[in-house]
């Protein structure tokens, strides 16, 4: 999966590609010519099966489109026409997903739709939006603005704790007080994770391995930050560097996420928004000591990316205090075991995907 250049987020709004599934009508040539021409579009392309008369690049059929578009993805992109059956595979569409185009579906017949769509801009072509964005402007600024306002007295405690978390690692086990380590942030794109150091220097000699709660490669002193979640603390310079976010989904190593990827096809969706410090999948879940847990793990971050919203961010906050208070008098850990696995089986158990979401989102909302 591509996507890991920082560029793309920084690409002209004025760059365009078409993709024909079908050769358009007359009329629907002209009202795309008429488009492109009154936004000034600097660069564009198109797919398709055959060359139209179109005045702009031609850059292939479409057995090429998706690695084209991956490598050098535009702003803009206006699949026309329908489709033949088969010929889009679930890779596709997260490539497209996960490209952060506006994506604009246009029948090949343009009268088919005027009568039905109202268009919001004069200058705009009667379409049908594809993934349109479940979080409004406002909200993203309201979760940019509040997970600033957050990793600041987080930065802040960290620097204050950091004297007596060095003495403690550094007394425990000999090597580095913190820990980094390369994660997968939002589309896909590699970050470099801080964590301060649980585990003794060479726990990873043989290769990336998960650890578990009986671990003998937890140092005495990892056993104490761990279970009080203090090894995260670092995570709060991610977040206010732009890699991370408060809440979202639990960002992977590059060797584990191309395991989950090959194994669950939806895998690739986490990547449409950045990972988080707490998850939905942390407070239902906790952590994963192998493969196994982390594909269940994933279920409650499909979960929260599919009911985005500031108002579950701040649910999630405020159960994952609750989560470490409660740490304070008894260990939840096996009472939430038990719960999981009765969400899990209702999660996966029925073949229909709608009573699977319904039936779960009432359960984790209970």
Do not use: C
């Not at 208070?325 to 696995?341: G, H, I, N, T, V």
Request: glycine share 6%.
């Amino acid at each position: 999966m591509k996507f890991t250049n920082k560029e793309t987020t920084k690409r002209s709004s004025k760059t365009l590609s078409l993709l024909f599934f079908q050769e358009p009508g007359e009329s629907v040539l002209q009202r795309i010519q008429g488009y492109i021409e009154e936004h000034h579009f600097m660069q564009i392309q198109y797919f398709s099966e055959h060359m139209l008369p179109l005045t702009f690049k031609f850059s292939g059929d479409l057995s090429v489109f998706q690695q084209t578009f991956q490598q050098n993805p535009s702003r803009e992109l206006l699949v026309v026409g329908t489709p033949p059956g088969g010929l889009i595979s679930h890779e596709i569409l997260l490539t497209l997903k996960l490209s952060g185009a506006t994506i604009k579906l246009i029948p090949a017949e343009i009268d088919l739709l005027t009568g039905l769509l109202e268009i919001s801009n004069i200058h705009d072509i009667p379409h049908i939006k594809l993934f349109p964005d479940k979080i409004g402007a406002t909200q993203k600024y309201l979760k940019k603005l509040l997970s600033i306002f957050i990793s600041i007295p987080g930065i802040i405690l960290t620097g204050l704790m950091l004297p007596l978390i060095t003495l403690l690692i550094k007394t425990t086990s000999p090597g580095p007080v913190l820990y980094r380590q390369k994660r997968l942030g939002k589309n896909a794109r590699p970050f470099t994770l801080y964590k301060f150091r649980t585990m003794q220097a060479d726990a990873e000699k043989n290769g990336p391995q998960l650890s578990g709660d009986y671990d003998i490669r937890i140092t005495r002193a990892g056993k104490f930050l761990r279970y009080w979640h203090i090894d995260e603390l670092p995570q709060f310079w991610n977040i206010l560097k732009g890699d991370m976010a408060l809440v979202g989904p639990r960002p992977e190593r590059p060797f584990f996420a191309h395991f989950l990827s090959q194994k669950i096809p939806y895998y690739k969706v986490i990547y449409q928004q950045k990972p988080g410090l707490t998850s939905l999948g942390m407070i239902k879940y906790g952590y994963a000591s192998d493969t196994e847990e982390m594909t269940d793990r994933l279920y409650y971050d499909i979960v929260y990316l599919n009911n985005p919203s500031l108002a579950m961010d701040a649910r999630i906050l405020l159960n994952t205090i609750r989560y470490l208070a409660l740490k304070m008098f008894f260990s939840p850990s096996e009472k939430r075991k038990e719960k999981r696995q009765d969400e899990l089986q209702t999660l996966t158990s029925s073949h229909d995907p709608i009573i699977r979401w319904v039936s779960f989102k009432n359960k984790i909302n209970g």
